[in-house]
C-alpha cells in the first residue's frame, strides 16, 4: 500500500527532505501557508558546510547545480573596531568550497524544481493520530489524513505540539535587519567596505554585520541585548536619550534610534544604517537546547520546529542534512511497521547531534553580542584562524 507521507513547510529543511524522497520515486505532499515561492522575501544567504547542507544536495542529486549558483568568494570575512580598523580580513582560498554562500530565494528555487507544492496550505494543527491516520487540519476548515506527517514548519511550528510542549523563548538579542540594493552602483564606498562576503563590527552589547547576497544585495543585521519590547521605551531599555515609543513600522523613526544607539562607531559603517530603506525586527528565540519529545507513530520534526537555535550557520545545514537522512531511511522503509521504525531511529540518531549544535550556537550568540567586544574576535579566531 503507497504511502501517504505530508511534509509541514516549504523550507530548507521539507524542500530538501521531499526532493530526495522524490529522487528515490516516493510519493509526498508538501503543504505551504505562504499564497506562492515569491509571497515573501526569502531572507538573506547561507552558508552551505561541506559536510551537511551540501552533503543533503548531493543526496538529492543537485550538489552540481548548487555549486553553478553558489559564491565561494562570499566566504570572505572582515571584522573591523568601531572606529573602522581592519582587525581581521579572511578571504578564501581559490579553491576553498567548504561554505559556500548561496541566496536562501536561489536555494528554494533549486529545491522546489518540480516538486508539487501545496501553496496557501496554511496548518492549523496536527493529530491526534487515529487508526486510519494523522489528520492535518488546515487553516480554512478543511481536514487530510496522512500516514506521516513532517512538521519543517519553523520556531512557531504548528505540528510540533502534536509532540511536545515546548515553546520558543527570547533569548534577549534582536537584529533589526535592512538592506542595500545595486550596492556595486549605488554605493560603491559601502561595497568596498563589505568586500566580497561578509563584514562585522563588535562593540558592547551590540555589533553590526553586513552579508553581501549575489545581484548587488547586502543585508544589514543591527544586534543588540534588549528586551523583547525595547521599542516601547529606547531610553530605559537602550539607555538612549529620553523619547518617546518607536514605532517599528516608521522606517524614519528605526533608523534614527539605531543611530543613536551606535553613535561613536565610525561614519562608513553608519551609513549601513543610514542608507538602508525598510527595516526588519527579528528578535532571536530559541528552543531549550537538547529538546527531544516521546515518540508519537506517524508525526516527527526537522529543522527549526524541533531544534530551534541562533543563527549562527547551523541551523539551515542540520536541518537540510536531517530532512536528506529521513527521506533516505522512508524511502528504504517497506510497510507501515518499517516507516514508524525509520522515523523512531532517526529521531534518536539525530537528537544528540542537534543538541551539541545548539549548545555550540548558544554559547556563540553569548560572544558575539556581550560586554567584552574581545570574545567575538576570540571566537573567530578559533573557528577560522587568521
Known sequence: MRQRIAVVGAGPAGLTCARVLHRHGRAVTVLERDAGPHARPPGGTLDLHEELGQAALERAGLLDRFRALSRPEGQAMRILDVDGTVLRDWQPRPEERANPEIDRGQLRDLLIGPLPVRWGHGVAEVGPPTRGGVPVHFTDGRQETFDLVIG?????????????????????????????????????????????????????????????????????????????????????HLGLSPRAGVDPADAAAVRATLLDLFAGWADPLLDLLRRGTAFAHRP???????????????????????????????????????????????????????????????????????????????????????????????????????
Do not use: C
Not at 502534536?162 to 533589526?176: E, H, I
Open 152 to 236: 519543517a514548519d519553523g520556531a512557531w511550528s504548528r505540528v510540533r505540539p502534536a509532540l511536545s510542549p515546548a515553546t520558543p523563548r527570547y533569548t534577549g538579542v534582536t537584529l533589526v535587519e535592512t538592506s542595500l540594493d545595486d550596492v556595486d552602483t549605488r554605493h560603491p564606498d559601502l561595497a568596498r567596505l563589505v568586500g566580497d562576503g561578509s563584514l562585522a563590527v563588535y562593540g558592547v552589547n551590540r555589533a553590526l554585520v553586513a552579508q553581501r547576497n549575489s545581484g548587488g544585495h547586502v543585508k544589514v543585521y543591527a544586534q543588540f541585548r534588549a528586551p523583547l519590547d525595547w521599542h516601547t521605551d529606547p531610553a530605559r
Open 284 to 386: 532571536i528565540h530559541v528552543l531549550p537546547p537538547g529538546h527531544t519529545w516521546p515518540h508519537v507513530a506517524g508525526v516527527t520534526l526537522l529543522g527549526d520546529a524541533a531544534h530551534l537555535m541562533p543563527p549562527l550557520g547551523a541551523g539551515a545545514n542540520l536541518a537540510m542534512a536531517e530532512g536528506a537522512e529521513l527521506a533516505e531511511a522512508l524511502a528504504a522503509a517497506d510497510g507501515f511497521d518499517d516507516l514508524d521504525a525509520a522515523v523512531r531511529a532517526f529521531e534518536k540518531r539525530t537528537w544528540a547531534r542537534a543538541g551539541r549544535w545548539a549548545a555550540i550556537t548558544t554559547a556563540g550568540l553569548e560572544r558575539l553580542v556581550s560586554a567584552d567586544p574581545a570574545q567575538a574576535i576570540a571566537l573567530f579566531d578559533e573557528v577560522q584562524p587568521s
